[in-house]
């Protein structure tokens, strides 16, 4: 079944420290991937997606992920981690089916960034 | 476990006819829900944020005389778009927050596909 998982539900770093947010992905034929973030109490806000082209996209905020096909993976990073960025990170993909495409999303890895 | 649905699923209308869509959180309730946009192979966007028992905070560029929201109660949250054109023809999601421990669940309706003709 095709599917966007996150293994994490929280990781925690210290202010300055990189980053990593997990993502893998199982979708059929090529696959769209997103990140998003969500503050407390706010909607979903677009970070960055990957449709086709260089495996590392960059987006908002600092922010980049990595596209890895052999591990199917599209991890979220960041060099240097700022208090602001503790949120709720999400994973999406659009998966393929019946000729249409439904947006899917990953249950989500709470960020805390340490002072 | 929690569930948010959305109704109608597909809907097809004719240009300048406004048409709803409820978005329901099945056995939680919500004081705020997410409505958002996606277009064909592209992203999710942000819309609004709907707040029960007082108005709709709407993002940048969303025209709150367009869609127009209403949270009556705990567990719903409607959206009309007004007088649709067809460029209003897209994906409509909504979602609903639910506190759990020490983080919010995010839950997604299934979307409601709006073609204006």
């Known amino acids: 079944a095709q599917s966007v998982a996150q293994p994490e539900d929280q990781v925690n770093v210290a202010e300055g420290n990189p980053l990593t947010v997990k993502c893998t992905y199982s979708?059929?034929?090529?696959?769209?991937l997103f990140w998003y973030v969500q503050y407390p109490n706010r909607g979903l806000q677009f970070l960055l997606k990957?449709?086709?082209?260089?495996?590392l996209v960059k987006g908002s905020y600092g922010f980049e992920a990595e596209f890895n096909k052999s591990q199917t993976s599209f991890h979220l990073k960041k060099p240097s981690a700022l208090v602001s960025d503790s949120a709720l990170y999400f994973c999406?993909?659009?998966?393929?089916?019946?000729?249409?495409?439904?947006?899917?999303f990953g249950k989500g890895t709470k960020l805390s960034v340490i002072p | 476990g929690a569930v948010v649905s959305q109704h109608p699923s597909w809907v097809i209308c004719k240009s300048g006819t406004s048409v709803k869509i409820e978005c329901r959180s099945l056995d939680f309730q919500a004081t705020t829900m997410f409505w958002y946009r996606q277009f064909p192979k592209q992203s999710l966007m942000l819309m609004a944020t709907?707040?029960?028992?007082?108005?709709?905070?709407?993002e940048q560029g969303v025209e709150k005389d367009k869609f127009l929201i209403n949270h009556a109660s705990l567990t719903l949250s409607t959206l009309t778009v007004t007088s649709a054109h067809p460029e209003d023809s897209s994906f409509y999601i909504c979602?609903?927050?639910?506190?759990?421990?020490?983080?919010?669940?995010?839950?997604f309706g299934p979307g409601t596909r709006l073609t204006v003709l």
């Open positions: 990957y449709i086709t082209g260089d495996n």
């Open positions: 709907s707040n029960e028992g007082s108005k709709a905070t709407y």
């Open positions: 999406g993909g659009l998966l393929s089916g019946a000729g249409s495409y439904q947006l899917t």
């Open positions: 979602s609903a927050p639910r506190t759990s421990g020490f983080r919010d669940t995010q839950y």
């Open positions: 979708v059929s034929g090529n696959p769209y």
